[in-house]
């Protein structure tokens, strides 16, 4: 199995910025994905990646946030630009297929 580590995550201020980290084994040989949940509340896809790099976008994120990769360094990023209080949230990845989930990352959007 797959062992996902996230880190990056933090508190900011409305229109600030975060750059997430996820990294594990394998995660260079397969389509990757970032989640985010509140607990007690549905979890919610944000963004994927293919393996050839090619990403797509939640509507909620487009043009904020940007999913790369680095297949030699398995890892993925996600870099959160003109982030809002409604981004808060834990944030996950995760692989395609999903696998077992990770311990995720907290942001907080505040000021």
């Known amino acids: 199995q797959v062992q996902l580590v996230e880190s990056g995550g933090g508190l900011v201020q409305p229109g600030g910025s975060l750059r997430l980290s996820c990294s594990g084994s394998?995660?260079?040989?397969?389509?990757m994905g970032w989640y985010r949940q509140t607990p007690g509340k549905q979890r919610e896809w944000v963004a994927h990646?293919?393996?050839?790099?090619?990403?797509n976008y939640a509507a909620s994120v487009k043009d904020r946030f940007t999913i790369s990769r680095d297949n030699a360094k398995n890892t993925i990023y996600l870099q959160m630009n003109d982030l809002k209080p409604e981004d808060t949230d834990i944030y996950y990845c995760n692989t395609s297929p999903i696998g077992p989930w990770g311990q995720g990352t907290q942001v907080t959007v505040s000021s």
């Open positions: 990646i293919t393996r050839d790099g090619r990403p």
């Open positions: 394998a995660v260079g040989n397969t389509l």
